[in-house]
């Protein structure tokens, strides 16, 4: 769906989408695993400066693997959102200081409106977890032999090397040779 400059200048645009998995295209390890349903309006905030407010709910499970034991893992995701955008144009007029003091995230848009799954893929990838792990007991995989320690224990015991403590140690060996 295409959410139009010229419509918006005309009336408030709601939607109510369904996209089905593969339609949006996230990065490489993530992958939308479930139909992703949002609902929600668009408005033309200020019809001078082209500000485009998108308001709305989306719900959707997208798979990723885990990053500590890399086995694949499922994300439910239900998410409200409020999002503003401006022309492209309006980035390269106003500085830092103007973006900053509305207190506001602002997105941009290019040509003459927004591409709804643009919008959609942008809040779900914003309301995925910094780090994608299966659960937070993911004792993840060994670093020596790459098990995965939550099927079953390897019995490997890595040192943990701290380089910043050899000098001293040397030191130490070599005073407590002089004794």
């Given at each position: ?62 798979e990723s ?92 015991h890595p ?7 050899n000098k ?12």
């Amino acid at each position: 769906m295409f959410i139009g400059l010229r419509e918006l200048e005309l009336h408030t645009v709601s939607f109510n989408v369904e996209i089905p998995a593969g339609e949006i295209d996230y990065e490489s390890k993530i992958s939308q695993s479930s139909v992703l349903h949002s609902e929600g309006t668009a408005q033309l905030l200020n019809h001078a400066l082209g500000e485009v407010r998108v308001l709305g709910d989306l719900n959707v499970t997208v798979e990723s693997t885990c990053d500590r034991c890399v086995e694949p893992t499922s994300f439910p995701i239900e998410s409200h959102f409020d999002l503003i955008y401006m022309p492209a144009s309006s980035a390269k007029t106003g500085g830092e200081d103007e973006l900053d003091t509305a207190g506001v995230e602002v997105g941009y848009y290019e040509g003459s409106g927004l591409a709804l799954k643009d919008v959609l893929r942008e809040v779900v990838l914003l309301a995925l977890p910094m780090q994608l792990v299966c659960s937070e007991e993911c004792k993840g995989i060994c670093p020596v032999c790459g098990q995965n320690r939550n099927q079953r224990e390897c019995g490997c015991h890595p040192e943990a090397a701290d380089d910043r403590w050899n000098k001293l140690r040397d030191f130490r060996a070599e005073i407590g040779q002089h004794n």
